[in-house]
């Protein structure tokens, strides 16, 4: 869990190093220990606009990682939106909850799938192409996944190639 305040005790620039650097840890070992799944960033969306300012070719991880996490996106949002209202005669919208949806309509409208219904192959299809059956939930998260970079490569064709590809390489 973090919580960033922008540089009212320090510089923009002593602040961006070091939330750069504390981003590019956190990605790093997000990717290579797999229980560490999850980190709460206290709802805030500007740290990560911070970061992808410094880091813009980081942006197909936290694509990855919105992609991974969309079912439960939603929910938070609304559970911010609560915390950040307090009371019942405030309903005015969460800058937060604003800024993720903002995120998200971009990525839906760019056509990225967030569901494994959405991908334009099946686990029947795979199988079809001999693919094995034990790992075809893994490559389809996979297929998902890769498409959140690139959304335009979803097309049957193009994902069994990448499927086949996935299984020989891991």
């Not at 209202?85 to 971009?106: N, V």
């Not at 075809?136 to 994902?159: F, G, Q, V, Y």
Request: charged share 30%.
């Amino acid at each position: 869990h973090t919580h960033w305040d922008r540089e009212w005790y320090m510089s923009h620039a002593k602040h961006n190093y070091r939330l750069v650097k504390f981003f590019d840890a956190l990605i790093e070992a997000m990717e290579k220990d797999e229980k560490f799944r999850y980190f709460h960033l206290d709802g805030q969306v500007v740290v990560i606009e911070d970061y992808l300012a410094v880091r813009p070719e980081m942006e197909g991880k936290v694509r990855k990682f919105i992609v991974l996490h969309y079912p439960i996106i939603d929910s938070l949002l609304k559970i911010k939106q609560a915390d950040y209202s307090g009371c019942m005669d405030d309903l005015s919208p969460c800058p937060t909850g604003e800024k993720w949806r903002t995120i998200i309509q971009k990525m839906q409208a760019e056509n990225v799938p967030f569901t494994v219904k959405q991908l334009a192959v099946s686990g029947k299809d795979l199988q079809e192409v001999g693919l094995p059956t034990s790992r075809l939930s893994e490559i389809l998260n996979a297929l998902l996944l890769h498409l959140a970079i690139s959304p335009r490569e979803n097309k049957k064709e193009r994902l069994i190639a990448l499927a086949k590809n996935y299984i020989k390489e891991n």
